[in-house]
């Protein structure tokens, strides 16, 4: 990821932290672009990730785009070092069968 930079523009933030705010928001369920900028300020744990630095949206979704295979790849990696350590089992989610998954009833006025 870092080879496909180039050194010239403003500033930009390492892949690695880009990476880890991304990897961090998925393992806790935080996918939203605008929410894990928000989290970058409000949550202890996605600022020790992001070196308290601040990235926006955007620059976190065109991230997201521009290595969406890369980052795929990394995350099944990590999800596999985790079930290797024991923190992490597969298959244990509060909907394992598709037809217990059933959309909340509208109310009709």
Do not use: W
């Not at 180039?6 to 929410?35: D, E």
């Not at 785009?65 to 099944?76: A, P, S």
């Amino acid at each position: 990821m870092r080879g496909s930079y180039r050194n010239s523009g403003s500033a930009s933030y390492p892949p690695s932290l880009l990476l880890g705010i991304l990897v961090y928001g998925y393992a806790t369920g935080v996918f939203s672009s605008r929410k894990l900028e928000r989290a970058s300020y409000d949550s202890v744990a996605f600022r020790f990730i992001a070196a308290n630095q601040h990235p926006d949206h955007d620059t976190i979704a065109a991230f997201r785009r521009r290595f969406l295979q890369e980052i795929e790849g990394l995350f099944v990696q990590v999800l596999a070092v985790a079930r290797e350590m024991g923190v992490l089992k597969m298959g244990t989610g509060r909907h394992q069968d598709p037809r217990q998954c059933q959309p909340p009833q509208r109310a009709v006025l």
